[in-house]
Each structure stands twice: as C-alpha cells, then as structure tokens.
C-alpha cells in the first residue's frame, strides 16, 4: 500500500458547512468519481517513478469503459474484471450505415454493426474447450490451480465496437468452479501462463486489504476529519511497511507469517515484555500447524 484517496459523495460537497467542520481544503471541494479518484493515483504512480507491469482492478473499475480507454491512451497494460452479462463481439465487428430498404421512410444514418451479433461473456466460457490447467500462485496448502483460456474480443462502447481487441480471460477455479471474467490489453505474444498469473495477482491486492484491517487497524478510524483521516491512513501504511519489511528479512531463514511479524515486535516493545522463550514458542507451534495445513492439502490433491 502506497497511495489512497478520500471519496466525497456529492452530497457531502454540496454541504459547506459539513466540509468546513470537516476542515476539507478549498481545492477538494469538487465531485470526483472513484473511477478518477483511481485514475489520479495511477497518474501519481507514474509522476513519481514507481515501478509497475500492468494495472488490475475488480469489476466496478473493470465495467468503466472511460477509465480502461484512459488507461490505454497511458500505454499501460491492465486486467480488468467484468461482469457475467458483459457483451463483447468473438468475429471482428464492422460498423456499416445499414442500406435503405424499400422507398418509405427515412434514410438510415446511424452506424450498426451488420456481419456479427454480440454476446454475453457467460455465454462464452460454456462452449470453450481446451481448457488449459495452470498453477497462479504457491499457497500455504499447495498450489492454486485454474482451468483458463483466452479468446481475443472486440467491446463494446456506446452501442458500437472498439477498434482494438482484446484478451478475455477466462478462469475457471479448479476446487469451487467459480468462474472469472477479466479484459485483458496485454500484447498478442502473451504466454498463456503469464495471463492467467496476471488475472489472478489480484488477490494480492485483497489480501493486503485484510492484513491491514485485521493487523493495521486501517478500518478503525472514528474521525471525520480531513488530515485526521489521512494521517490514520498513513500510519497504516507505514506499519504495513514495517510488517512486510520484517516477513521479508526473517523468511530468508524463517517461514513467518505477519501475525509472526507482530508476536516479533510486541517482543522489542519495551511497554509489554515478552519472554523470547515463550516468542519462539509461539512462533514453532503457528509454523507447525501450518506445515501440517499443507501436508494435508497437498495429500488430497
């Protein structure tokens, strides 16, 4: 975590007074969508040099035609996750003024498009086969696996085609069968593999979120104040620094989780002492129950 954003609904700009307690500066008082709040943050990233590959978001960003158009007119490569009833055209689309039938009538002047029908990407992952398994991620418990595929498609903006197409991803969770609808503009020479880790490594993002409100307090604030609300956010930030920091030092010789992380540090406090005994203790029996966790895993798969 590196970056956030205050969303204000209109009805809080709206209300001066409310945002005048609330000490918001002048220059924030105007409505912003999350979808440009998101798109700041991007832009932010990119000014101030920090390294990325590819931008994922979940639906809600992912159903933003405005936002994925931005993105590409940045060059940037992004996953977007789509709804199931998302239509997309499979055969390369052409928009044509359809050709006047019979004498009565007007002229026909709006673009249709007339050589293909378009289709919900639900409807899609029921006739795919050759369905690739492919390993996304290393868990505790094995390796996570998903049926995937990809197929190249054109979408759909205002009625009409986009010119360029691109990858729907498509996976399926190899334990629940929940399938996953992602749009993908990442180039034609993608391997397969790489796609599917891609549409995936948004769980990280998740799992990131729950770290920081079960560890971090993130979800804790009871402040409804503009720098209050910032500062909360940037301690949590920070502290999730010092967390990641300290897994990564320790798992060169350690498997330590970040719940392991805060058992090591409640231990330097020097406020609340705790036996390096009883730290290690601890420590050991959260290792071995994980190693057991994956050992059965693995023995039913």
Known sequence: MIDGRLYLPQKWIDDKARC??????????????????????????????????????????????????????????????????????????????????????????????LNTLSARVDSLSSSIEGWKLIKVRKTERGYKKVCFKAIKVWRRQNKLPCEKPLWLLISKDSETSEIKYSLCNASEDTPLDELAKMQS???????????????????????RNWNAWHHHMAL????????????KKFNKMYKISIPGDIWILKYHNPLKRIDAWEIARILNQDNELRRKARISRLRGS
């Open 201 to 223: 490594s948004r769980y990280w993002i998740e799992r990131a979120f729950q770290d920081a409100k079960g560890n971090c307090g993130m979800a804790e604030y009871m402040v």
């Open 236 to 247: 949590v930030m920070l502290a999730m620094h010092i967390l990641i920091s300290y897994q």
């Open 20 to 113: 005048l307690k609330a000490k918001i500066p002048h220059d924030e008082l105007k409505f912003r969508t999350k979808h440009e709040l998101g798109l700041e943050m991007i832009d932010n990233a990119i000014q101030e040099g920090i390294p990325f590959s590819y931008v994922t978001m979940d639906g809600f960003y992912g159903e933003n035609l405005e936002l994925l158009t931005e993105l590409e007119n940045r060059g940037l490569t992004f996953v977007a996750d789509i709804a199931i009833d998302t239509l997309v055209y499979v055969e390369k689309p052409v928009a044509e003024v359809p050709v006047k039938k019979g004498i009565r009538g007007r002229k026909p002047t709006i673009l249709k498009v």
